[in-house]
């Protein structure tokens, strides 16, 4: 099975802010990671497919990288809509896999 | 606008069967597989496995295998996940979401159905 690691598992930023959560796996998977934003009590929300191709809908603030076995989510300028916790999912083998979740609070 | 919509909140003893469900609707439901996905009290996501309602192809994770079933019912465009023997570690909320295919994102989530296992 793959083995998806987060870090950091929280980090408080204020808005406006650049906020960077990495991802990585315990294998490559070559492009195939999903970030995901999820919030009290909501289901997730796709931000990010194919380690780097923004969702449609989703603001231009977030980005992704990486490829092979290390990735990287950005959020260039954090918004109050922003705060959530996040999570990257590798779509490479089965069992698909989450990482554990990065919670991003309010500095 | 495309829509998965689960049943409702579950309240049962451990022992009982279950089946939720998940019903899509504003695409074509047999061109995307579904996902079911865990989420304990306060934790993270956990993937559980997928079906292609096409064919009713399935996979799940080994964390899963034997305990849950995934079924589909193209007619209706509904997916369920269904317990023969709920223990009271099932207590968790569950997503269904729906992909394009092996390697892709889940780009629709269901609400979510919360199930309570307590005697």
């Known amino acids: 099975d793959i083995h998806m690691t987060q870090s950091p598992s929280s980090l408080s930023a204020s808005v406006g802010d650049r906020v960077t959560i990495t991802c990585r796996a315990s294998q490559s998977i070559n492009s195939y990671l999903n970030w995901y934003q999820q919030k009290p009590g909501k289901a997730p929300k796709l931000l990010i497919y194919?380690?780097?191709s923004l969702q449609s809908g989703v603001p231009s603030r977030f980005s992704g990288s990486g490829s092979g076995t290390d990735f990287t989510l950005t959020i260039s300028s954090l918004q109050p809509e922003d705060f959530a916790t996040y999570y990257c999912q590798q779509s490479y083998g089965v069992p698909l896999s989450f990482g554990g979740g990065t919670k991003v609070e309010i500095k | 606008e495309v829509q998965l919509v689960q049943s409702g909140a579950e309240v049962k003893k451990p022992g009982e069967s279950l089946r939720i469900s998940c019903k899509g609707s504003?695409?074509?439901?047999?061109?995307?597989?579904i996902t079911w996905v865990r989420q304990m009290p306060g934790k993270g996501l956990e993937w559980m496995g997928w079906?292609?309602?096409?064919?009713?192809?399935?996979n799940y994770s080994p964390s899963f295998q034997g305990h849950v079933t995934i079924s589909a019912d193209r007619s209706i465009s509904t997916v369920y996940l269904q317990w023969s023997s709920l223990k009271a570690s099932d207590t968790a909320m569950y997503y269904c979401?729906?992909?394009?295919?092996?390697?892709?994102?889940?780009?629709?989530w269901g609400q979510g159905t919360l199930v309570t296992v307590s005697s």
């Open positions: 194919d380690a780097s």
């Open positions: 079906i292609d309602p096409s064919d009713s192809y399935s």
């Open positions: 979401a729906r992909s394009k295919g092996f390697y892709s994102g889940n780009d629709y």
């Open positions: 504003g695409y074509s439901f047999s061109t995307y597989w």
